[in-house]
């Protein structure tokens, strides 16, 4: 199997540490971009040869470029990106405010955004890549409570799915992993954000809030396996665009493309009838 180079953000925890964990495992080298490096400090020390520990912030636009650079100064090149870091905040549209929505932006669309555009030049020039955007259910369908997290990574999801249009004649993939619930730091306590509850919505969310609270430690989805898939695609001929996680993620995800597909059919004519008539639909090349 033919070594790869990986920048993996987030990597102290959760996803991001278990990829990195496979991907070195596999033999490849990986450059883990973390805030705090003393928390990777273990992976560095396990696999001198083969692990970069960066202090990176994954909203950090500017920095985007050295992360790059530092990368291909120590391994001569860069084979998959994986755009990990993330969190959750859960409240009502009016609970949350312009910062918090604006912060998970930053950090699931605007920072992944920079780091892609860093990283295409070295991947076009050498004709490969694969760019690993971790997106979640909740960016394909959302539910009363999730509206800032799902904003975010519905954004993130068509922002990549133009992405891999763009840079699939350079040889470069774009894979955008929707997991469910797994045993990850996600529902944690120090890293799941809840809005003050309001008495408009207090009864209404609060299913919601106990659900994402009491998930911690006891959601299905083993991360060890996930990242074992997800490198094992890195290393393969061919990866889908997106790659639903988990059984929860694939009966949910598959629940709502089909009820987005009743509705199409149910509101068809309406829709039609918006045209001018005698006027023929457009024909798109893409």
Sequence with gaps: MTTQTWIITGASR?????LAEAALAAGDHVVAAVRRPESVADLEAGYPDNCLVAKFDARDIAGAADLVRNTLDRFGQLDVLVNNAGRAVVGAVEEVGDTQLRELMDLHLFGPAALVRAALPT????GTGTIVQMSSQGGRMSFPGVSTYSASKFALEGWSEALAGEVAPFGIRV???EPSRFRTDFNAADVLEFTEASETYRDLLAGVRADMAGADGLQEGDPARAAQII????HSAEVPLRLPLGHEAVERISGAYRRGLDEVERWAETARSADYEGVAASVRAI
């Design 14 to 18: 959760g996803f991001g540490r278990a």
């Design 123 to 126: 991947m076009r020039a050498r």
């Design 175 to 177: 894979m955008i992993v």
């Design 231 to 234: 490198v094992s695609l890195a």
